[in-house]
């Protein structure tokens, strides 16, 4: 099955700065890529998704990058803000619909 | 409130006993996903339904995990003789294919005495 590497485990940043999640996977047939995002005590959602057939997405203050050769994918999140403190997952699967496995995590706090 | 609802939302049992949770999918929602969220860790996948059928059942976590999802709408997760090391959070996912988005429930939270 698919294995899903997630670094770093934590990660603190000064307000208005960036910061860059890492993941790769080891399934070279999985082709959708979603991170989530969850604050403490709350569900999990969705901020970000891309697919195999793109290389970079983006939304306002977040982007993901994917490169297939290497199988790894990253999420970048500029100008930082206290609310985007939270952890942060990122999962892959063959076709969305399908069984997702996730990162263990990054646990985002932004200093303000 | 029209998104995933799960129940009980904390449950306390002595080991040995039996538990289920229940969840609610989005209506229009025809994949349901259970997962295992353990502390500092990522959503572990356990089993998926299409409508009521059960697509993946080998990551249950051993065969006293089992869930059932009788019409195609609710689904339960049932863990029999409950363990210690059961103890976790279980959360309960549901999608609409193809967009795929998985939409969470506030999970289910158990703690093994």
């Known amino acids: 099955g698919e294995n899903v590497e997630q670094h770093p485990s934590t990660l603190s940043v000064q307000e208005g700065d960036s910061a860059v999640i890492k993941c790769t996977y080891s399934?070279?047939?999985?082709?959708?890529f979603p991170w989530y995002k969850q604050e403490l005590g709350k569900r999990p959602q969705l901020i970000i998704d891309i697919r195999s057939n793109v290389g970079e997405k983006k939304d306002q203050r977040i982007a993901v990058t994917l490169n297939k050769t290497a199988k790894h994918f990253s999420l970048h999140i500029t100008e930082t803000q206290p609310e985007d403190s939270a952890v942060y997952f990122c999962a892959a699967t063959i076709n969305t619909g399908n069984q997702f496995y996730f990162g263990t995590g990054t646990s985002l706090t932004v200093i303000p | 409130d029209t998104g995933v609802s799960q129940n009980p939302r904390h449950k306390i049992t002595k080991r040995g006993q039996n538990v289920t949770f229940r969840c609610d999918p989005i209506?229009?929602?025809?994949?349901l996903y259970w997962y295992r969220q353990t502390l500092g860790q990522g959503p572990e996948f356990l089993t998926y339904f299409q409508n009521e059928a059960q697509l993946e059942k080998s990551r249950l976590l051993s065969d006293r995990f089992s869930a059932e999802r009788p019409k195609g709408s609710f689904s339960t997760l049932e863990i029999q003789r409950t363990e210690q090391g059961d103890s976790a959070m279980y959360l309960c996912?549901?999608?609409?294919?193809?967009?795929?988005?998985?939409?969470f429930g506030e999970g289910s939270r158990l703690t093994v005495l």
């Open positions: 996912a549901s999608s609409l294919v193809p967009t795929g988005e998985l939409f």
């Open positions: 209506s229009e929602h025809n994949r």
């Open positions: 399934d070279s047939a999985s082709n959708y």
